[in-house]
């Protein structure tokens, strides 16, 4: 038997627990172990995983990302999942391994212990893949048929192919992203962006902004990245998408929550010298929290890469518009 062969029998006889709370599309069983698998292949083919040994120390936003792309294409929007839950559960197959942290021990009742990123962290540093797993996870042809086998030994037919088609997204979301990135790096050119499929669109700027400004309110300068991988900053088009179908790195920020909706409604904007501006209407209101308003005149954070910095003539455009 071939290596491929022996992982595509261990990936088609993955276990995985029955229960009435799982449809047809999962063929009636929890389906975290191969979408977390399906979501790892996707870190591989984009070479954030570069070796065997999978860390969770760091920022788990990328993977959580993809895991939710997945679950949210065929589990109910009600029913959500850690990702530390099939992670340490992976442990039960011969080719996944939890690396214990110095002075803990990897049992059952350990592992059946864990539903969230923080009770991972307190029992392992990462997962080891099996070496020769990896190598053929990290070859295009041999990760295609580790994929196919995942979705067509544990989903329906209609799941498979929605699964298929988020797989594709993230692939071409990718190349979107690194698309952006090298063109930040050119001179302007008007480019109509519109024929990527905006799954793929929205998923590939994000991506570029979050990570070029490193989880990091421009505006605030807040970051914060739960255990579970969630950030608290979006990806802002600075003139808007509807208007502007312009997804140019220099026409995006990356903005928290509260900077993204103030600077949409022209409440805060950036000046021609990078510093922040806070509108009039703000100052006014007295139900405004007043941090906003100590934002005034201090420096945007923006990326180390100048290349990827805000264009001004964007900038000018949303103050224009607004009267900042
Ligand atoms: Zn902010």
């Not at 212990?113 to 997962?127: D, E």
Request: aromatic content about 10%; hydrophobic content about 40%.
């Amino acid at each position: 038997m071939s290596t491929l062969d022996t992982y595509i029998e261990y990936f088609s006889a993955l276990r995985r627990a029955p229960g009435p709370v799982w449809s047809a599309a999962t063929q009636n069983r929890a389906p975290h172990k191969p979408i977390l698998l399906l979501a790892v292949l996707d870190l591989v083919a984009r070479g954030v995983i570069t070796s065997p040994v999978f860390d969770v120390t760091g920022d788990l936003v990328e993977l959580n990302d993809l895991f939710t792309g997945y679950w949210r294409r065929i589990v109910p929007l009600a029913q959500t999942s850690s990702i530390a839950f099939p992670f340490s559960r992976l442990h039960n197959e011969p080719f996944w391994k939890l690396i214990p942290v110095p002075g803990k021990e990897i049992t059952q009742a350990v592992i059946n212990n864990v539903s969230s990123v923080n009770q991972l962290r307190r029992i392992s540093s990462g997962a080891r893949l099996d070496e020769a797993l990896y190598y053929l996870m990290i070859q295009p042809e041999n990760r295609n048929a580790l994929r196919e086998i995942l979705l067509r030994s544990c989903f329906s037919e209609q799941a498979r192919l929605d699964l298929a088609d988020q797989a594709a997204i993230n692939g071409e979301a990718y190349i979107y992203s690194q698309k952006l990135f090298n063109k930040a790096h050119q001179p302007k050119v008007e480019e109509v962006f519109g024929q990527y499929r905006a799954s793929a669109r929205d998923q590939g700027f994000r991506r570029l902004i979050v990570r070029t400004y490193d989880h990091r309110c421009a505006l605030c300068g807040v970051r914060i990245i739960t255990p579970e991988g969630h950030t608290v900053v979006d990806a802002a088009h600075i003139v808007p998408w509807s208007t502007s179908q312009n997804d140019d790195a220099r026409n995006g920020m990356a903005l928290c929550k509260l900077c993204h909706w103030n600077f949409d409604k022209g409440l805060l904007g950036i000046s021609n010298s990078y510093n922040v501006i806070v509108s009039r209407k703000i100052s006014a209101n007295a139900n405004v929290p007043g941090f906003l308003v100590t934002l005034a005149d201090r420096g945007a954070i923006l990326p180390l890469d100048h290349d990827l910095w805000p264009a001004q003539e964007y900038l000018a455009l949303h103050r224009q518009e607004w009267q900042l």
